[in-house]
């Protein structure tokens, strides 16, 4: 249905969850949407090609991704200004969750077009769903930093979060990731969701550091991967000398900073007061 506008009949923009993976995961609503739209902007027009094909759905298609963003938001916004009925659609999931897309939506508000959200997949809810953890309060987090100083500060402003963390992982940085986890946030329950619904589906279960050892282990990680978090937990009473903990992780192979760090993250004690402690106990 089109809305009418004084200047004359504008558009409709249409944010159509598609399949993360299993090709059947998608609703009748979207699949009747996707037939009726005048066209159909994808992240990756070869990769919704694939979907189209499989639902015989004859539609143009334009790409609209990260790199053309800004440009292809002012034309699709003009077409919608114009009366064209667009659906947006990501390679999975749902559109502007990690994804492009903000841009053309803000456009289409502006523009007063109607913008209507065709719900279905999610990778972060499904891996949230079966990942163990608990479900009554989360936050996502997108992508982690893929350098390790931004990555390690975001971690940390997360340490005293309430709920379970969920981020999304590229597969050649999920060593790393882990990795930053176990040294940001401790030996917290970790999942890590593969493939989520396509054939080779998997969850690793267990901390940070025994997960990476799971995955370390093998010839490559492949895939798309949901990283989860579990919530903070009260930690335990810990009666060793402060130096002697700290000389403990150094001998490990932990920087000093980052082993000052830990050891006033396991006891709730500021950086400045584990330093005060050692100097207290040389």
Known sequence: MRHITLEGM?????????????????????????READLIACEDTRQTKKLLDHYDIRKPTISYHEH??????????????????????SDAGMPLVSDPGYRL????????????????PSAALTA????????DSFRFGGFLPSKPGQRAKALEALAEEDATL????????????????????????VVVARELTKIHEEF?????AEVRAQLAARDMVRGEITLLIGKATAPLPDDTPIEEAVERLISGGTARMDAIKQVARKRGLSKR????QLLREK
Do not use: C, K, M, W
């Open 204 to 208: 690793v279960r267990g901390t940070a």
């Open 166 to 189: 969920i981020f999304y992982e590229a597969p050649h940085r999920i060593l790393d990731a882990l990795e930053a986890v176990e040294l940001a946030l401790g030996p917290r329950p």
């Open 68 to 89: 053309n963003e800004a440009e292809r938001s002012v034309e699709l916004a003009s077409r919608l200004a114009a009366g064209t009925v667009i659906a947006l659609v």
């Open 105 to 120: 939506v803000r456009a289409a508000i502006e523009l007063e077009v109607p913008v209507q959200a065709i719900p279905g």
């Open 128 to 135: 949230l769903a079966a990942s163990g953890l608990p479900t």
């Open 10 to 34: 504008a558009g409709l923009l249409y944010l159509v969850a598609t399949p993360i993976g299993n090709l059947e995961d998608i609703t009748y609503r979207a699949v009747r949407v996707l």
């Open 273 to 276: 007061e584990v330093y005060d």
